[in-house]
């Protein structure tokens, strides 16, 4: 499909993979919810998520599906140096049409969004040799260009406010490079108040790098802004919403929760930059823009309305991280470890500050009559949005600052929302100073959850993947809320695939996990390693999503022990089995992170009875496969039917990871 250019979705080595899960599907709606063996050990259902953060233009200029690119002039020099609020517009005469641009702030639509330009088409030309209609306005770049589709449809829309006493015809088209149209409406402003007005254009041809050019066709005067275009086609076709394809990879996976909108982003670079979620809801041209600490620009069009609508489509549990009231240690750019632009909320400021946390409790589970859930309601979603977690804090530097604040969020949310489980945060290694003051601070409030992050070697994830082993059933729980080993070779990928056998292993303890960063585009990565990649029109698929997915869209609630049988002196060897007791499969995860072929002992004795004929997905390859972006999609799992017994050897091929899923009899 042209859409997704770049990688060409399954092919028919895969068809038997939807047969299968055709069966599956039958099966299990078959199936009662089935009990485990009694030797089995209940591990969280929640296990295995997504973290997403807006970073490597993972919102803007990727999920998000905006295509318009500084929508409502906006960008700013704090952003980018060479940034100003006409960055990707250019002002353009055609036809020896003349008049005059300016950007102003006097009047806006909200004072939230102050920037918007005034376009005085003074004489409309005409010039014979010229395609396309003349006059004076202004034309996007979109984020390096606008894809279009032939014969689809793009929803436009502006503000516009009439500035002279009659209507202005504004022409909207769609062109490719040459200046030829692709696709063409007229809109005639019929108001001297700010009004939205809108229009639909369907691509005559496909291009990946059109342009969006407004032009008033009739003089007169007029202010702009927000000027936007999306395709129709969004996903679930949610109006200002995200792109399919993008979407849809995060659907497959079946994630149990969405970890949103960072990183580093939730708490900023400084205090005025945190990701404040009020700012972020309502209706676009009301929300707050604000500089995006990755070095571009936050719309916020992809706000926590829209998170938490995305979470409801896919089925994820929504878990928003909010700051803990402190900027990041790294704030000014520093990015030195241990960095010292962590600032704290006056103390004064802090009853407000905890009133927002607790705000958004209100906001996702509060009913219609409350003040909050009021907003939820009339923004179209009068049902609850059922949060259970919110994390506090990024990755901080666990300062005395850091301490009082996050104390005082965390007893205001247990004493008021018992029900809802806060995440607490170790800073951003997997040992260290700020690791062992973070995990002091929370045995000491009894925090329940605790998120780790570190990003490291394959070695080190092989070599550490018992560590979860070691940890005491007492304290909370685990939150791995950002992981990854550098690098997208598949050695990365399976030594992650290792690792998160032990987090199986240890689901009793490990609650939730999330590799990441999730998303990057293509020439405009500002953190390597990532888990997709995408271009304007298409994506690349790592091995990290591979097993990710192979690991998520495989979740159990049970793990047994004793079922896997290897050699244990080897490291690079490792499996797990969980029971899933909603479809009554035993799923079997085999990992040979080494360069031969080894064997497994399978043993499902603890079981009653299976049937033989089972579904076994395989991704492997070679240690440096898929080292190179061109290169990513070197590996893609296979799946086949596969006879099982109660007994049974199996060769893992190196370098690879297995799933078996294994339907049992409910007697
Ligand atoms: O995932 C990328 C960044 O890594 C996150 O923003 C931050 O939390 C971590 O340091």
């Not at 039958?26 to 295995?48: G, M």
């Not at 969405?258 to 700012?279: S, T």
């Not at 500050?353 to 705000?359: G, S, T």
Request: proline share 4%; with cysteine; net charge neutral.
């Amino acid at each position: 499909m042209r859409k997704n250019r770049l990688h060409t979705g399954y092919t028919a080595k895969n068809i038997f993979c939807t047969c299968a899960i055709l069966l599956t599907l039958f099966l299990s709606a078959a199936a009662q919810t089935t009990n485990p063996p009694s030797s089995a050990k209940k591990i969280s259902a929640d296990l295995f998520g997504l973290f997403f953060e807006d970073i490597n233009y993972a919102a803007d200029g990727g999920l998000y599906a905006e295509q318009v690119q500084n929508r409502s002039f906006e960008y700013n020099p704090t952003e980018q140096r060479d940034w100003h609020p006409l960055t990707s517009w250019e002002y353009i005469t055609p036809g020896y049409s003349y008049g005059s641009i300016s950007v102003e702030t006097a009047s806006p639509i909200n004072s939230n969004n102050p920037h918007y330009i005034v376009l005085n088409a003074e004489h409309i030309g005409k010039e014979e040799k010229y395609a396309g209609p003349s006059g004076v306005g202004i034309k996007n770049t979109g984020f390096a260009g606008i894809v279009v589709n032939t014969g689809e449809q793009y929803n436009f829309s502006l503000f516009a406010k009439q500035l002279s006493n009659t209507p202005v015809t504004l022409t909207v088209t769609l062109q490719n490079t040459k200046g030829e149209i692709l696709s063409e409406q007229s809109i005639s402003t019929s108001s001297r108040k700010w009004q939205k007005y809108t229009a639909t254009l369907t691509a005559k041809e496909s291009f990946d790098t059109a342009l969006l050019v407004i032009l008033a066709t009739t003089p007169g005067k007029l202010a702009l802004d927000v000027i936007s275009l999306f395709p129709a086609k969004t996903f679930k076709n949610r109006p200002n919403g995200l792109r399919a394809d993008l979407a849809q990879l995060l659907a497959d996976m079946k994630p149990a929760f969405i970890r949103f909108p960072g990183g580093c982003l939730a708490h900023g670079d400084g205090l005025g930059n945190m990701y404040r979620w009020k700012n972020t809801i309502g209706p676009v041209e009301e929300r707050i823009e604000q500089k995006n600490l990755w070095g571009y620009h936050q719309t916020a069009g992809l706000g926590y309305y829209e998170y938490f609508q995305f979470c409801e489509d896919i089925g994820a549990k929504p878990l928003p991280v909010l700051p803990a009231a402190v900027s990041c240690q790294n704030s000014g750019n520093t990015w030195r470890i241990g960095g010292t632009g962590q600032k704290a909320l006056p103390l004064n400021e802090m009853q407000e500050y905890i009133q927002e946390v607790l705000d958004l409790i209100e906001w996702a589970n509060g009913t219609v009559t409350s003040t909050w859930g009021a907003k939820r309601a009339a923004a179209g979603h009068p049902a609850t949005f059922n949060l259970q977690y919110v994390g506090i804090g990024n990755e901080d530097k666990i300062t005395p600052g850091f301490e009082e604040r996050f104390a005082m969020i965390f007893n205001a949310v247990k004493e008021k929302y018992p029900g809802i489980t806060v995440i607490g945060t170790s800073g951003p290694f997997h040992s260290g100073e700020d690791f062992d003051k973070g995990w002091k601070l929370a045995d000491k409030l009894s925090v329940p959850v605790i998120d780790e992050h570190y990003y490291t070697s394959p070695e080190w994830f092989i070599s550490n993947q018992y560590r979860y082993d070691q940890y005491n059933r007492k304290q909370g729980q685990v939150y791995l809320g950002e992981y990854a080993s550098w690098g997208n070779t598949m050695q990365n990928a399976i030594a992650e695939a290792v690792y998160m056998t032990g987090l199986e292993r240890n689901g009793d303890i490990v609650k939730l996990s999330s590799y990441a960063p999730l998303f990057a585009k293509k020439d405009y990565t500002q953190w390597k390693t990532d888990m997709i990649f995408f271009s304007n029109n298409g994506y690349y698929l790592t091995p990290n999503y591979h097993v990710q997915k192979m690991f998520s869209a495989n979740k159990g609630n049970y793990y047994i022990d004793k079922v896997i049988d290897k050699n244990n002196s080897d490291s690079l060897l490792a499996g797990s089995c969980v029971f899933d007791s909603g479809s009554g499969d035993i799923i079997l995860k085999l990992v040979n992170a080494g360069k031969e072929e080894n064997v497994f002992k399978i043993n499902l004795n603890a079981f009653g009875k299976i049937i033989s004929k089972s579904t076994k997905t395989i991704l492997s390859g070679n240690a440096e496969d898929a080292n190179s972006f061109e290169n990513m999609d070197a590996v893609e799992p296979i799946a086949s039917s596969f006879e099982v017994s109660k007994k049974m050897n199996y060769e893992a091929p190196p370098m690879s990871l297995t799933v078996i899923r294994i339907k049992t009899i409910n007697k």
